[in-house]
């Protein structure tokens, strides 16, 4: 693969032309077209299903599912309402590819959604869009009226004789509202506490009714995949992790921003894209997939490639897809000081380990990085983690207890000199 | 709140029992905290069930916290004595104080809930208004007496009028939450004096018609969970029947569709499938709706028009399996209650539905049972204030604030040569009342209740009686001794229950029935003035609750002092929310705070009956006019 990356690219190619989110510039570029064919043709839904399935199209928003076979659980004989909702709240430390999608190419997530929910049966759909980015929500809105007015949405779409329509919901910022049955209940107008799992929202999601909810990235592939073909998609990438895959890279290198490269590429590809890392520091350590992903050191990191598979071999998560960079002048203690004061903040209470341990954990952290450490404190961390994993309704217990027992594990020896000797490794 | 583990209990209760989310956990993670999130204070009539709830003690009774600890109170069972429910309780001892009021689970009752004011009524026992000592009253002044004497004296100026008037003009009023020992020995000793004239349905205007037994429930209170269609005619069910709404409450979410005739659109926290709300003086003509769409055999209905709610209603009751037609206090303080009784009856009978009533006092048809009630030539409660007798003797009742007519009552008593009274508090009687005798409060004296489903539920006495009060059922029998009467002798309560229901629930079940016949449907004209509604408010229920401060202090407590009519009647009218205004009834006046309730149907005033300020007024339901002051 040449760097910079110059292939076909899923999400963002509208960023190559002037005016990038308007309707013409999509439709000009063969957008709509698959959802035309689809509704002209009467393609049926497993057939679409199948497509995808065969893209290998995996979930965008941190899990990797594979979004053919979550589709597949829909309820095909459901007599009723059903929904579609995406997944825009992108509360992922280090994530910002979504909102550049509904910015900049908000008719292909569009087109998505519309023909997932053709897919699916649904009558409607609902993007949550994160709450601290109003203008996303605004703009969004836009798009919308400009596609209700193309008639690509409402009753009657393209002549067809079938009605669906979309609506936009901005949440209010919660990190715990990201998780999809907290965010069908935000949806909801309810509290955003995750929901107990089973039942999944296929079964009983929005209203309690049959629901599939992808994230954005995920949906905004789908017309691509349409209008190529699932193998195609699948050829962009490597087996088992078809397409590309957006980047939002950030912190310690020379050009943080996102890149769209296929699934599959090597890191060191992505970090030269990004200009290496400034003023020629030397590359500590790698979160791979957003703050939740364990931390990876730079050598364990440089022998990867980016896609779930690689990742997952290597002891973290492909998540989100947000790469964040940290070179050789970072504190550990520091680092992580902050990253768990986002858990102790952002965790919504409703199961006591995750509601009690993540305030736990932030605070024997901020004593062992303010000099006041105990030898004691790292094994007791890595007990509390212990018993928040997988002892809750939600994944965010186990988000807030990657970045410990990764940083620990892989910089203990940082957290002892701190414990040791009250002051940073690093700069001394 | 740093004890609270977030577990959200509280607020659960409050959505899915109490009907209403009065508790919120605004917040997020350790930051989240419980909290009354809505403007007012928690103003459910349940409240109190989240202290017991809470699985960390960060609720906890206001009243009783950090006052005793709970290792050291002994906890002994009883029953409530407010409502027909008969809930099961227990009251936690310490000392011969009683502490607090908990609830015991009995799922065929009251499930695992106690309404607050089951609860907190338990302060009245400790109340500083406790008559501690017998009284008499010597020249005008009161004065101490041991037992001995009190007892010599009551009896002696009993015998006089006796001898003086005859049996017959003596009255014998009861209140309905006394046990059916006491009950049974005081009919026992009215009629042993030759008296006829004893009564405990002493809230009741209309005792007309031919009434085939002891009005109850008509079904075991569990079956109201399963109910699919229920008629619920003249009750303010939330605060006449805390815990029966919530089984209806927990009914509508299974599916019931409930309907209700009643005076004022009252928020019953759930859905009502279809309602009639008119003036109380319209109520006989709003059932008679619903009997006619019905096709009800009941004759007089030629000129009655049917509305659409009422055909709505009648549809919803023929269709379902499991319905019933209930009456609720309103109805049957009503001045046509007999009436409504019949037209309710036709109307269960035309749909196959079971017909009952809320029995609104704990043991109203225990009183019943062991026919606490007039007997051949004898005066009923109402004909004993309007005609007055030339001597009363009360138990546990306050005429004064509880009689249908309470302004008549006071008179009756203040123009009578004697009035004795058997009372466990220094209530307003001693105004009049020349001897006042101690009686053990509840939970301090041994008993049995029968609940509006004929269940009967004894219990011991939780703790001694305060000073020199004794049981009422001892004191009557000693009385009986004093009086030279037959049949005074028993030693033990359980005696004298084997005596009043020899074969217990057997005797109670062959007693029961709520037939009436011989009443003609005639009150089908509605008047046209301002009207009085005059319901027991939830805290004025008896001389408990009156005397419970925590009751008292609560929003409903606040509410039952005040009058209430709708905006549009108060604009009308030019009169201000939340001023004091001046009612007028029957050549009486008072001034009442005025709140304005938009739940009730225009020309309709909530002036609470049971209360002191109201209590001159007189009549519960009548024409009433309020002036500016």
């Not at chain 1, 040449?2 to 013409?24: F, I, M, Q, R």
């Not at chain 1, 109003?134 to 009226?145: I, V």
């Not at chain 1, 022998?303 to 550990?332: H, P, R, W, Y």
Request: net charge neutral.
């Amino acid at each position: 693969m040449s760097v910079p990356y110059t292939g076909p690219k899923v999400c963002l190619w509208t960023l190559d032309h002037p005016n990038p989110a308007a309707l013409e510039t999509y439709v000009a570029n063969g957008g709509y077209a698959a959802l035309k064919k689809i509704l002209a043709e009467k393609v049926p839904a497993e057939k679409i299903i199948e497509e995808v399935k065969l893209s290998a199209l995996r979930g965008r928003g941190g899990a990797g599912f594979p979004t053919g076979l979550k589709w597949s659980f829909m309820p095909r004989n459901y007599d009723g309402d059903k929904y579609v909702v995406c997944n825009t709240d992108e509360g992922e430390p280090g994530t910002f590819k979504d909102r550049d999608i509904v910015e900049f190419n908000p008719h292909q997530l569009i087109e998505g959604m519309i023909i997932a929910g053709y897919t699916l049966g649904a009558r409607a759909g609902y993007n949550y869009i994160h709450g601290e980015i109003f203008e996303l929500y605004q703009s969004w809105e836009k798009a919308l009226e400009e596609a209700r007015a193309a008639g690509y949405l409402g009753k009657n779409i393209c002549g067809s004789g079938w009605d669906f329509d979309l609506h936009a919901h901005h949440g209010y910022g919660a990190y715990v509202c990201g998780e999809e049955t907290a965010l069908l209940e935000s949806l909801e107008g309810k509290k955003g506490q995750p929901r107990f799992k089973p039942p999944f929202p296929a079964s009983y999601g929005l209203y309690g009714k049959p629901t599939t909810i992808n994230n954005t990235e995920t949906l905004a592939s789908i017309p691509w995949i349409m209008r190529h073909g699932g193998q195609a998609f699948l050829d962009l990438g490597k087996p088992n992790n078809g397409g590309t895959k957006i980047f939002s890279i950030s912190g310690h290198v020379n050009k943080p921003g996102n890149y769209e490269i296929p699934l599959g590429t090597p890191f060191g590809d992505l970090l030269e894209m990004a200009g290496g890392v400034r003023n020629g520091h030397k590359l500590k350590a790698v979160i791979p997939g957003g703050s939740s992903a364990p931390v990876l050191p730079a050598d364990v990191m440089m022998a990867c490639t980016l896609d779930f598979d690689s990742i997952a071999k290597a002891g973290s998560m492909l998540g989100s897809g947000a790469v964040i960079v940290m070179d050789e002048t970072t504190c550990m203690v520091k680092a992580l000081e902050r990253l768990s004061y986002f858990y102790y903040e952002e965790s919504c209470g409703q199961c006591t380990p995750c509601r009690e341990g993540t305030g736990w954990m932030y605070r024997v952290i901020k004593r062992i990085e303010h000099g006041e450490g105990r030898p004691e404190d790292l094994d007791l961390l890595m007990n509390v983690g212990t018993n928040i994993a997988g002892r809750t309704i939600c994944a965010l217990g186990d988000a807030a207890v990657g970045p410990v027992q990764s940083f620990i594990k892989h910089f203990r020896k940082e957290f002892e000199y701190h414990i040791e000797h009250k002051k940073c490794l690093v700069g001394s | 709140m740093t004890r609270c583990i977030h577990c959200s209990r509280c607020v659960r209760f409050g959505q899915e029992i109490a009907g209403m989310m009065e508790l919120g956990m605004p917040g997020r993670g350790e930051h989240m905290e419980v909290m009354p999130f809505l403007a007012h204070q928690v103003t459910s009539e349940l409240s109190g069930n989240v202290i017991d709830l809470c699985p960390v003690g960060a609720l906890t009774s206001k009243p009783f916290r950090f006052s005793a600890r709970p290792w050291e109170l002994s906890r002994r069972r009883t029953i409530s004595p407010h409502d027909g429910l008969g809930a099961n309780m227990a009251v936690h001892v310490k000392g011969n104080h009683v502490f607090r009021a908990t609830p015991v689970e009995n799922e065929a009752v009251n499930e695992c809930w106690l309404a607050d004011r089951d609860r907190y009524s338990y302060q009245a026992i400790n109340s500083d208004e406790r008559l501690l000592a017998p009284m008499v009253k010597d020249g005008g002044h009161w004065v101490e007496l041991d037992w001995r004497k009190a007892l010599a004296q009551a009896a002696g100026a009993l015998k006089v009028i006796r001898e003086n008037h005859g049996g017959d003009a003596i009255g014998f009023i009861a209140s309905p939450r006394q046990t059916v020992e006491e009950l049974h020995l005081f009919q026992k000793l009215a009629r042993a004096l030759g008296s006829e004239n004893v009564d405990s349905r002493i809230d009741r205007a209309d005792f007309s018609g031919t009434r085939a037994g002891v009005e109850w429930l008509g079904m075991p209170v569990a079956d109201l969970s399963g109910l699919d269609r229920c008629l619920v005619v003249g009750s303010s069910l939330r605060k006449e029947q805390p815990l029966v709404a919530q089984r209806l409450r927990q009914a509508v979410k299974k599916g019931l569709q409930l309907n209700v005739v009643h005076a004022a659109d009252d928020d019953l926290l759930c859905r009502v499938a279809n309602k009639l709300i008119v003036r109380p003086s319209g109520l006989v003509e709003a059932l008679a709706q619903v009997a006619k769409a019905a096709g009800a055999r009941i004759d007089g209905l030629g000129t009655v028009a049917v509305s659409a709610a009422a055909q709505a209603m009648a549809e919803s009751l023929k269709s379902g399996a499991s319905k019933a037609v209930l009456l609720g206090a309103v109805a049957q303080q009503h001045p046509a209650a007999a009436q409504l009784h019949a037209l309710a009856q036709a109307i269960a009978e035309a749909t196959g539905a079971r017909f009952g009533f809320l029995v609104d006092s704990a043991d109203q048809v225990g009183a019943g049972v062991v026919n606490c009630r007039p007997g051949q030539g004898g005066a009923h409660a109402a004909a004993m204030f309007a005609e007055a007798k030339k001597a009363y003797v009360i138990l546990g009742a306050e005429p004064e604030l509880e009689a249908w007519n309470s302004a008549q009552a006071r008179r009756a008593l203040e123009s009578a040569e004697l009035v004795v009274v058997l009372s466990p508090f220094k209530t307003r009687t001693m105004d009049y009342a020349q001897v006042m005798l101690p009686v053990a409060a509840y939970a301090e004296t041994a008993g049995s209740y029968v609940s509006m489903e004929g269940r009967l539920q004894s219990f011991r006495a939780a703790a001694a009686p305060q000073g020199e009060a004794r049981p009422a059922w001892k004191v009557l029998r000693v009385l009986g001794n004093q009086l030279e009467l037959p049949g005074f002798d028993q030693d033990t309560v359980a005696q004298v229950l084997a005596e009043a229901l020899p074969q217990g629930e057997a005797t109670i079940a062959g007693r029961l029935g709520n037939g009436i016949a011989g009443v003609a449907v005639t009150a089908l004209h509605a008047g046209t003035g301002i009207e009085r509604l005059g319901e027991t408010p939830i805290y004025q229920l008896d001389a408990y609750t009156r005397r419970a401060p925590a009751l008292q202090a609560t929003a409903d407590g606040q509410a039952g002092q005040a009058a209430a009519a709708s905006g549009s009647l108060i604009a009308r009218l030019g009169l201000s929310i939340d001023k004091p205004v001046k009612v007028s009834q029957d050549g009486a006046e008072t001034v009442l705070k005025l709140v304005r309730d938009d739940a009730l149907p225009d020309d309709v005033v909530r002036v609470p009956a049971c209360l002191a300020a109201a209590s001159r007024l007189g009549a519960r339901y009548g024409e009433l006019t309020l002036e500016k002051m």
